[in-house]
């Protein structure tokens, strides 16, 4: 058996995204699971955003994983699974929403931050390929 590579979806520029907890159940469905894992949003600007949902439309058809790599906070790069994606446009640009997998260690540590913090429109952009 070979191994698939994953299409990649990534930040070459701009700040770690900010994902926010979810409470869709339909989502628990896409991404079964033997780890606890629990599921998140990140919206990203992108100019390429017709192409990037091409490419993993194309990767979920052949059975292959997508993942969003990203610089965390100490810019070391990572890697968490997109479960779904939708592509909006709006004034500002393309907008590319990304519902994603997360180890709940990680859940839980966006909900403590949710708790403490009010959350701000922020206007930083992304660069993704």
Known sequence: MTVR???LISIIEGPTPEFQPTMQRWLQSIHESSMDRGTAMCQLRTASGPDILE????AWRE???VKLDF???????QQVD???M???????GQILF???????????VIEDDDADDEIEDDENGLDLI
Request: hydrophobic share 35%; net charge negative.
């Open 5 to 7: 590579e994953p299409e």
């Open 55 to 58: 490419r993993c439309q194309n």
């Open 63 to 65: 059975h292959r994983s």
């Open 71 to 77: 610089p965390d906070e100490m810019r070391m790069r």
């Open 82 to 84: 997109v479960v779904a």
């Open 86 to 92: 939708r592509l909006d446009e709006t004034e500002d």
């Open 98 to 108: 990304l519902w994603v997998s997360l180890p709940l260690e990680m859940l839980f």
